[in-house]
């Protein structure tokens, strides 16, 4: 079994922690969606990351609230780069599985799609949706 990364990226209207939790879930969804072989208990660990005029809430306690318990996890401040994506929350899961690096699915939603259009431009990535 080989370790491979999911990246994936959301963003949020205003620092709130509704919105904060709401948007990890919906992102976490939505990878889970795109690799319909992923499997929490293949989930060797997830690392979260916010934009510095992001603090109300760790978006960690969202993929907690999903039943990934027993995932290692750890939330992070992204460096502050000039003209950078602002409310960006962004993710990186390490997932343990034979698929082929090329099968592997990154989604990114809302203005996320910004970073990364050679990813998403065939996708619609917006239509994937977790009830909050």
Known sequence: MTLRGIRGATTVSADEETQILSATRELLAAILSANPTLRTEDVAS????????????????????????????????????PDGLPMCIRVLVHWNTDAPQAEVQHVYLRGA??????????????????NT
């Open 46 to 81: 997830a690392m979260f990351t916010v934009t510095g005029d992001i603090a109300s809430a760790y978006p960690a306690l969202a993929a907690r609230q999903m039943g990934w318990d027993l995932v290692p996890m750890v939330c992070a401040r992204e460096i502050p780069v």
């Open 113 to 130: 799609t910004a970073l990364r259009p050679d990813l998403v431009a065939s996708k619609q990535v917006d239509t994937y949706k977790v």
